[in-house]
C-alpha cells in the first residue's frame, strides 16, 4: 500500500468540510471594503474615508483556556476570545477594527470543532462591525496530540493620525475609571487550572467551566460611544499582569496610577481561587484582571459624563505624581 498524506496523520477532505461549514457565515462580515473572498491567497480590503489613516493592529491566542474549552468540550466562546484578546488591544489606542485574520492548528482536524471555533470569532467579529477575511487551519500530527487545538489571530484597525491615544495626554490629578471584566477573560489560566483541577464541580449552582469560559468582554461599542462625546486621556487593556503590569504602560514619566483597591468588584470566582489557593492578594493583583477589563484616564472634569454614559463605569483612582508607577491602597 503506498503512502498518502492522509497515512501521514493530515485529513484534507476534513479541512474542506471546515471550510463549507464556515464560509456563508464569514461572508456575512464582509462589507463593501472587502474585495474579494475567501480561497484567495491574500485577502483584500480597501481603506476610505479618512484623511490621515494610521493603522494599528495586534496579534494574540488564548493561552491554555484552551485546555478549560477542550476538556468541558465547550468550544463557541473560545474564537470570541481570540477575536476579543486582539480587538481589545488595538481599541486602547482609539482604533476601529477593520478586518481580523484567524490560525487554528491541531493535532487531528474535526470539521464541527473547527467551524464552532471559528464561528465564536464571526459572532464576535460581527458585534464589533469587523471582516474576518482571512484564517488558516494547521492539522499538525506529531506536533499536536489528537483533540489537541491552538488558536491565534490578529487584528488591523484604523485611527486618524490627529485622534491616537497614546497615553501622552494623561496629566496629574485625572481619574482612573475601570470597565468591569467578564471574568478572567484569557489569561492566568494555568493558575486557574492548577487551583480548579475538576473543570465540572459545582460553583454558584453550575458546572464550573461554565464560569470558567465565559467569552472575554468586547469594549469597542462603549469605547467608541465615549471616544463620540468626550475625550479620553489614555486607555489600558487588563490583560496578562493584570493592573500592576497594564496601566503603567500608558503612563509617562513622573506618573502614577493610585488606585484604591477597595473599591474594585472583584468577581466571587476569583475570591474562591485566591481562598482555595492561599494566593497573596498582590500576586492575585499582579496575575489576574480582579473584575476591571478596562482602565479608562480621563480629564477630571469629564469623569461625572464617563459614569453617565457607560453604565456599568465606576471609579478606582487618580493619576498622581511620582517615581512609582502604580500604587494600589
Do not use: W
Not at 261 to 278: A, D, H, Y
Amino acid at each position: 500500500m503506498s503512502n498518502t498524506y492522509k497515512s501521514a496523520g493530515v485529513d484534507k477532505e476534513e479541512g474542506y468540510k471546515t471550510v463549507d461549514k464556515i464560509k456563508t457565515a464569514v461572508a456575512e462580515t464582509h462589507n463593501k471594503n472587502v474585495l474579494n473572498n475567501l480561497g484567495s491567497f491574500g485577502a483584500f480590503y480597501q481603506i476610505a474615508g479618512y484623511k490621515n489613516p494610521v493603522l494599528v493592529s495586534g496579534t494574540d491566542g488564548v493561552g491554555t483556556k484552551l485546555k478549560v474549552a477542550l476538556d468541558s468540550k465547550k468550544y463557541d466562546s473560545i474564537g470570541v476570545d481570540c477575536f476579543a484578546m486582539c480587538a481589545n488591544d488595538i481599541l486602547c489606542h482609539g482604533a476601529k477594527p477593520l478586518f481580523f485574520l484567524d490560525y487554528l492548528a491541531c493535532g487531528k482536524l474535526d470539521s464541527e470543532i473547527a467551524a464552532e471555533i471559528v464561528m465564536g470569532m464571526v459572532n464576535a467579529c460581527k458585534d464589533n462591525e469587523c471582516a474576518l477575511i482571512g484564517g488558516e487551519t494547521a492539522e499538525m500530527p506529531g506536533m499536536y496530540k489528537p483533540g489537541d487545538y491552538d488558536v491565534a489571530g490578529f487584528c488591523v484597525g484604523i485611527v486618524e493620525k490627529d485622534e491616537i491615544i497614546d497615553g501622552s495626554k494623561i496629566k496629574n490629578g485625572h481619574k482612573i475609571i475601570a470597565l468591569p471584566s467578564s471574568g478572567f477573560h484569557s489569561n492566568g489560566f494555568s493558575l486557574v487550572r492548577k487551583i480548579f483541577p475538576d473543570f465540572n464541580e459545582e460553583f454558584e449552582g453550575k458546572p464550573l467551566y461554565e464560569t470558567l469560559l465565559v467569552p472575554t468582554r468586547l469594549y469597542y461599542k462603549p469605547i467608541h460611544r465615549l471616544l463620540e462625546e468626550i475625550e479620553v486621556s489614555g486607555i489600558a487593556h487588563i490583560t496578562g499582569g493584570g493592573l500592576i503590569e497594564n496601566v503603567p504602560r500608558i503612563l509617562g514619566d513622573g506618573l502614577c496610577a493610585t488606585i484604591d483597591t477597595s473599591k474594585i468588584k472583584i468577581p466571587s470566582v476569583m475570591m474562591e481561587l485566591e481562598k482555595r489557593g492561599n494566593i497573596d492578594r498582590l500576586e492575585m493583583f499582579g496575575t489576574f484582571n480582579m473584575g476591571v477589563g478596562m482602565v479608562i484616564v480621563v480629564n477630571e472634569k469629564h469623569a461625572e459624563k464617563v459614569l453617565d454614559l457607560l453604565d456599568d463605569a465606576y471609579e478606582i483612582g487618580e493619576i498622581t505624581e511620582g517615581a512609582e508607577k502604580i500604587i494600589l491602597n
